[in-house]
């Protein structure tokens, strides 16, 4: 599944997927899948996510609008 609302708060915040993804621990193909929604983000990282924005794990998914 797709969640946009997690490459919007990416390119706010200035960062390319190799950055993220080198923050995450992850290679850049495997969580360029995750943000294009061909595989889903494990617990873990939308965790580590939800972290790196100073967010609720809710806001990255689009269930809450309020951070």
């Known amino acids: 599944m797709k969640f946009q609302r997690i ?3 990416r390119i706010d ?7 993220i993804s080198a923050m995450l621990g992850l290679h850049r193909d495997v969580y360029s899948r995750y ?17 790196i924005y100073h967010c ?3 806001y990255l998914v ?6």
């Open 7 to 9: 490459q919007d708060l």
């Open 13 to 19: 915040n200035d960062l390319t997927i190799k950055e």
């Open 35 to 51: 943000e294009k929604g061909l595989r889903d983000f494990p617990i873990d990282i939308l965790i580590k996510l939800a972290d």
């Open 56 to 58: 609720s794990i809710d």
């Open 62 to 67: 689009g269930r809450v609008d309020t951070k």
